[in-house]
């Protein structure tokens, strides 16, 4: 455990017990957050996926169904957080999105989550499309059931507020329901001053061009992101927790721009540093891997695309993706992006295909 994340729990530890709500939080260094709630830990799953462990719950000594295990608990979580010290360590990049599937696992268990990003002295910019991306999340699900709310937060007195809430007056009160719009609307408001303004002006296709999102020529969505087989394999990296934060924020951003329904419609999710070789290695090599399982199986709004899956593709565009499949993609930012723009622009226009 780094001393940031320690820092972190330490912080939401000061909010304390609030009557009938305890804290779970495993402050030293320890492993037990990788279990599942019914084992003690800090990890949610459903539909026969794990995601990634959580800092912090409070609980209330109830029953509770843990949908993963098909076990009945006696300590059923009300308000779970994962937390992060990353915006204080100057993270403009992609640290932010890495851990965002974390807070996803027991939202999708309809507890309410909290991906909570401190906001200290020097903190970097929080990027707009978290914001977007849980508040979107949220709303989709509630059409499909789901009570429960991901909130987006820098502030610990949110936190607080909502803690105490829930101890007073319940999760269903009109009381907590209104603290948690009012987070809510804090995060759609924080991302409109960017979507609304100079070069978006609320134009969904051009602000999802911006996150390397845009429609083929046959109007099939398509999302281009810098992967290899490495990026996976090389656990030093932690490329998996990026892409897989890429792949759901897409999903929750295709469903708020009115052009993608995320109970049929996928988007190709084309990564044209790898092939499908490739992908089935590591299909083989990483199955207890929680990133690439939920890569693979936890949703069906997108597809991994590989190179080799890609047609009409000319000898200079070959060339550059063989350089850059061996090279620091940091390095050679500029050559890069043109060759993504290229691929981008010949999707479009239908001069290259992806075929299945």
Known sequence: MSKSDAAMKKKLDQIGDVGKLKRRRFIDSSSQDQELWSKGGLSFGINGLVYGSCDFAWFANENWHENYSNIHCKEKPYLVVEATDCLNTRSWGSAQIQRFHH??????????????????????????????????????SRNSGNKASYLVITEID???????????????????????????????AYFNKTFLSKPYYGNWEKYLESRNIF??????????????????????????????????????????????????????????????????????????????????????????????????????????????????????????????????????VGSITITT
């Open 158 to 188: 949110d936190i607080k507020k909502l803690v105490k809430l829930l101890s007073q007056t319940g999760k269903n009160s009109p009381e907590f329901k209104k603290q948690v719009e009012i987070i809510l609307e804090k995060m759609i």
């Open 103 to 140: 807070a996803l696992g027991p939202f999708l268990c309809d507890i309410d989550s909290i991906y909570y990003l401190n906001k200290g002295p020097t903190a970097e910019r929080l990027r707009p499309y978290l914001c977007a991306a849980a508040y979107f999340a949220t709303f989709t």
């Open 215 to 348: 429609r083929q020529k046959n109007r099939e969505w398509v999302k281009i992101i810098g992967a290899r087989e490495r990026s996976f394999s090389d656990g030093s990296q932690r490329y998996g927790h990026i892409v897989l934060g890429e792949a759901i924020t897409s999903k929750y951003l295709l469903a708020a721009s009115g052009c993608f329904d995320v109970n049929k419609d996928v988007f190709s999710y084309l990564m044209p540093l790898i092939n499908s070789n490739e992908i089935s290695t590591l299909d083989q090599t990483k199955k207890t891997d929680k990133e690439w399982q939920l890569l693979r199986k936890s949703d069906k709004c997108w597809k991994i695309v590989g190179f080799d899956k890609l047609v009409g593709v000319d000898s200079a565009i070959k060339n550059s993706i063989n350089q850059y499949r061996t090279v620091n993609l940091n390095k050679v930012k500029t050559g890069w992006n043109q060759v993504k723009n290229e691929l981008e622009n010949k999707l479009k």
